[in-house]
């Protein structure tokens, strides 16, 4: 089927974290935007280029190594070419070369280095050493690594910027989704897998006075601790900050007014001076300090240090408890399950709607069994039709520990895919496409307008895009 097809070569060639392709030109983020040009710039001839996109080059172990980065990640590359590689890294150049003529998109070395910094610290923990990553790409020294990562990320995020640019402001009415289910002949309609809807109660222990003002004491000791004594944030925020998403870069975060963030924290950060370090505050997640580094109008970049208080032994007993107690009055018929999640629940994002869990891949109600998170799966599989859980000890990914009531409010078996029922499977598959043709449109377009060269037998390939420029 014709939509089913362009979506799973798409899935594969985009999935990679593509490591491939060192830049062959940088440019400074302080230095002027180049015009584009149809000319090409003079080059040394470098064995091994089997392409030239604008700025940069794509040599023929570039593709070698692409295929090592598919295999790492578990993605069979039997029936991927040679071909198919390197037409997705021309893709990828021709991303990032545009992005470049874009005055609109910015990426700060800083930006590149603090990303960096999180991507070696994270390899270097999953194969064992520096030594063991240089030996895998091939580097002799870490200098040389580094050089090499940071042209390869700041690539991969031009990219990323101009690809996000082309496709942000693809939209889709109710029509088009219409058209599109209706143009897909019946006896190639997808099949959708088994699927179920989970409902939760979540209790939460209670946290004293006592634990809450140990976390403040310390909060404020390191705060003083730079303001009087010159201590580093960066360095405090690596030892003791709870953040798992930043805490490895010094508590670094980059804000912008529009995304969206912790209304405390936001309030908070665009309080402060450049320089300013808040007094803590409290959020849904612990306790906060910011230190402001740099304003840039609707943007800053701040670190923070993140700390959450202990939750003690008693005040888990009795959330257990209370769990237990919820259980048997639902168990009883005293209240249904949704009336207890709105009423007794202390999960914000699924008390009002009754309970009802989200799917974090596509925010439907709907969990597939087979890509289910196994945690998840584990404890309602074997639940029987209206039967509540007992209460499970969970722990978030803030390390903060709740007792859950689960229940399997609906089961939806394997069919083949219905509008009215897969309404959001169906318009996602429908913006897809959309996304695609827009895609499309405007490779053809700035393809036409850049320097394109490619080399030796990979002239004979057949290419997707119109890269010959026939």
């Given at each position: 089927m014709?939509?089913?097809n ?10 990679s ?9 940088i440019?400074?983020e ?14 040394k001839k ?8 604008g700025e ?7 593709i070698?190594m ?8 578990g ?5 991927v ?11 990828d ?6 992005a ?8 700060k070395?800083?930006?590149i280095n603090n990303?960096?910094?999180e991507r070696i ?12 990553m ?5 580097k ?11 042209d390869?990320?700041?690539q991969?995020?031009?990219?990323t ?19 599109f289910f209706?143009k897909?002949?019946?006896?190639d ?7 179920m ?17 140990k976390?403040?004491?310390k909060l ?7 303001l ?5 944030f ?12 930043s805490?490895?870069?010094?508590g ?7 995304k969206?963030f ?5 309030e908070?950060?665009?309080s402060l001076?450049e320089?300013?370090?808040?007094k ?7 306790y ?9 109008g609707?943007?800053?970049?701040l ?13 888990l007993r009795?959330a ?15 209240l249904?399950f ?9 999960e ?6 009754g ?9 439907d109600s709907?969990f ?20 509540v859980s ?7 990914y803030?390390?903060?520990?709740k007792?859950?009531?689960l ?8 069919h083949i895919?219905?509008?009215a029922t897969?309404?959001?499977?169906i ?11 827009a ?6 377009e ?7 060269k ?15 420029k026939?």
């Amino acid at each position: 089927m014709k939509f089913i097809n362009k979506t799973a070569i798409a899935l594969i060639l985009l999935v990679s974290f593509a490591f491939s392709g060192k830049a062959q030109e940088i440019i400074s983020e302080d230095a002027p935007v180049k015009k584009d040009t149809v000319e090409p710039f003079k080059r040394k001839k470098i064995d091994g280029i089997v392409a030239t996109v604008g700025e940069y080059i794509i040599l023929d172990s570039d593709i070698d190594m692409e295929y090592i980065e598919l295999s790492s990640q578990g993605i069979s590359t039997e029936n991927v070419s040679r071909c198919e590689l390197l037409g997705k890294l021309m893709e990828d150049r021709l991303y990032a070369h545009q992005a470049l003529q874009d005055s609109t998109i910015v990426v700060k070395d800083s930006e590149i280095n603090n990303m960096m910094e999180e991507r070696i610290a994270y390899m270097v923990g999953q194969i064992g050493s520096v030594e063991k990553m240089l030996k895998f790409y091939n580097k002799k020294s870490e200098e040389d690594f580094r050089s090499f990562f940071f042209d390869v990320l700041k690539q991969n995020k031009l990219s990323t910027e101009m690809r996000n640019k082309v496709v942000e402001e693809v939209e889709i009415t109710p029509e088009e989704v219409r058209n599109f289910f209706k143009k897909i002949p019946s006896e190639d309609l997808p099949t959708f897998g088994a699927e179920m809807e989970v409902s939760e109660i979540v209790i939460e222990p209670k946290i004293t006075q006592v634990e809450k003002q140990k976390v403040i004491d310390k909060l404020n000791e390191i705060r003083n601790d730079v303001l009087n004594n010159g201590a580093s944030f960066t360095t405090r925020a690596v030892l003791y900050s709870e953040d798992p998403g930043s805490r490895s870069i010094g508590g670094y975060i980059k804000m912008n007014r529009k995304k969206q963030f912790v209304k405390e924290f936001k309030e908070v950060a665009f309080s402060l001076n450049e320089g300013e370090i808040s007094k803590p505050f409290e959020t849904e997640y612990g306790y906060h300090i910011i230190l402001v580094e740099k304003i840039r109008g609707q943007e800053i970049d701040l670190r923070h240090i993140l700390l959450t208080p202990k939750v003690s032994d008693d005040a888990l007993r009795e959330a257990k408890e209370k769990a237990q107690l919820v259980r048997q009055r639902i168990m009883d018929g005293e209240l249904s399950f949704a009336d207890a999640a709105r009423s007794l629940s202390d999960e914000k994002e699924t008390r009002a709607n009754g309970g009802i869990l989200l799917n974090p891949k596509t925010m439907d109600s709907k969990f597939e069994l087979t890509k289910m998170d196994p945690t998840l799966y584990g404890y309602v599989s074997n639940l029987k039709d209206n039967e509540v859980s007992v209460p499970i000890l969970d722990e978030d990914y803030r390390k903060m520990k709740k007792y859950k009531l689960l229940m399997v409010t609906n089961r939806i078996d394997s069919h083949i895919a219905d509008y009215a029922t897969d309404y959001i499977k169906i318009k996602d598959l429908a913006l897809k496409e959309k996304q695609f043709e827009a895609i499309g449109k405007w490779s053809n377009e700035k393809i036409l307008e850049t320097y394109i060269k490619i080399n030796g037998e990979y002239r004979n390939c057949q290419f997707m895009n119109n890269w010959m420029k026939k």
